[in-house]
């Protein structure tokens, strides 16, 4: 039986985010908090940015209220803060497992959810299509950090969806 696409897609975005940090591993430690001019002032402010989105998103995919989503990100912005490569790699892992384990004991992946954001409004759509967002998200700030680390001397990595797909295949 065929994977649903929202499930092929978040475990894409697993795969990209693993990706970047294994290179992250075989560069010079002090890269991850060296100071860039860009879009975030360091590798590490970027990988946090990512991680507490993923961590809002995962919330209002649960349903919870608003308010206490919104209560949890000075919680996420105080537990990433300052951690190195491989703590924030420890936190992503933990992240997917608790996105893996959501996602995987949802009957129906396509059902329709209505999170209420204050400022917005109330906003009609899919379960499906707010994983293709996060994956979206992460995939906008992959490129941020792809280039980052061009910024610093050293090469990235490759972490397009064709990769991934490429790969998934060739196990197969």
């Known amino acids: ?40 002032p360091s590798l590490a402010a970027a990988f946090n940015h990512i991680y507490m989105v993923d961590t809002i998103w995962l919330g209002v995919m ?33 992240l997917a497992k608790e996105y893996q384990g959501f996602l995987n004991s949802e009957s129906d992946l396509d059902k329709e959810i209505s999170p209420e954001h204050p400022q917005f409004g109330r906003l009609n759509t899919h379960l499906s299509e707010l994983v293709q967002h996060v994956v979206n998200h992460g995939t906008y700030h992959r490129g941020n950090l792809s280039a980052m680390i061009r910024q610093q001397g050293f090469s990235g990595v490759p972490t397009d969806y064709v990769f991934y797909l490429y790969e998934i295949n060739s196990t197969k």
């Open 62 to 94: 649960r349903q919870k209220a608003m308010g206490e989503i919104q209560a949890s990100i000075a919680k996420v912005q105080e537990h990433t803060k300052n951690k190195g490569l491989q703590e924030m790699e420890k936190l992503f892992y933990q």
């Open 1 to 40: 039986m065929k994977k649903h696409h929202a499930l092929q897609l978040y475990d894409y975005h697993v795969w990209a985010n693993n990706k970047l940090f294994d290179r992250l591993k075989e560069l010079p430690e002090e890269i991850f908090n060296q100071e860039v001019q860009s879009i975030f």
